[in-house]
């Protein structure tokens, strides 16, 4: 079964800062990633994903994340946070091309300050 | 974008009585709608995916005599939430697609449930 894992519950960051949340799956084959952002009284939002090729994705907002098979991670990069970047992080993988049935992790909650 | 609505965004019950959700997508048509339910603090679990004009597939653990979903338009998904109980008390969210190959799931903004 697949499974993901999101180290950090919590992060916090001042603006301006770079910003890397983890994130780690467990799939026995070729997985398809994403990340969604979730803002209070939003529907998650798509921020990028993966299914094959360069492993280093470009998403929105600023967002960019790298696929590394031998670490079986998936993590979230921005060179530097906005306050408006506050929110909740979901790493995601789906079984097949079709983007069934998503298992998400757990969540990172990133708070920015001042 | 493709939008998805749903319909309450929160809603209060007493214990026993029946609630029904409403999922639309606004712009699109969705072959294929999911239903998702998420703890405080914790992931979203998917409960069960519909598709238009048949039964809805429920994931392991999941009652579906309690959660009764139905996908009776490709713009309309419906859960119910029978006989609720404080336990059912969560934030339901649904999610649409196209069903075409690598689309993406476009989500709804959620439902706060509040059993008492």
């Known amino acids: 079964a697949q499974s993901v894992t999101q180290p950090d519950i919590h992060i916090t960051v001042s603006e301006g800062a770079s910003l890397e949340l983890r994130c780690n799956y467990s799939?026995?084959?070729?997985?398809?990633l994403f990340w969604y952002v979730q803002s209070p009284g939003q529907g998650l939002q798509l921020l990028l994903k993966?299914?094959?090729?360069?492993?280093l994705v470009q998403g929105i907002k600023g967002f960019e994340a790298e696929f590394k098979r031998s670490q079986s991670s998936f993590n979230l990069r921005k060179p530097s946070v906005h306050w408006s970047d506050a929110a909740e992080y979901f790493c995601?993988?789906?079984?097949?091309?079709?983007?069934?049935?998503?298992?998400f992790g757990t969540g990172t909650r990133l708070t920015i300050i001042p | 974008g493709a939008v998805v609505s749903q319909h309450p965004s929160r809603v209060i019950c007493k214990s026993g009585t029946s609630v029904k959700i409403e999922c639309r997508s606004l712009?699109?048509?969705?072959?294929?709608m999911f239903w998702y339910r998420q703890f405080p603090k914790k992931s979203l679990m998917l409960m069960a995916t519909?598709?238009?004009?048949?039964?809805?597939?429920?994931e392991q653990g999941v009652e579906k005599d309690k959660f009764l979903i139905n996908h009776a338009s490709l713009t309309l998904s419906t859960l119910t939430v029978t006989s609720a109980h404080p336990e059912d008390s969560s934030f339901y969210i649904c999610?649409?697609?196209?069903?075409?190959?690598?689309?993406?799931?476009?989500f709804g903004p959620g439902t706060r449930l509040l059993v008492l």
């Open positions: 519909s598709n238009e004009g048949s039964k809805a597939t429920y």
């Open positions: 995601a993988v789906a079984p097949s091309f079709r983007n069934e049935k998503l298992t």
């Open positions: 999610s649409a697609n196209l069903g075409l190959a690598g689309e993406t799931q476009y």
């Open positions: 799939y026995g084959a070729t997985p398809y």
């Open positions: 993966y299914f094959s090729g360069d492993t």
């Open positions: 712009d699109f048509q969705a072959t294929t």
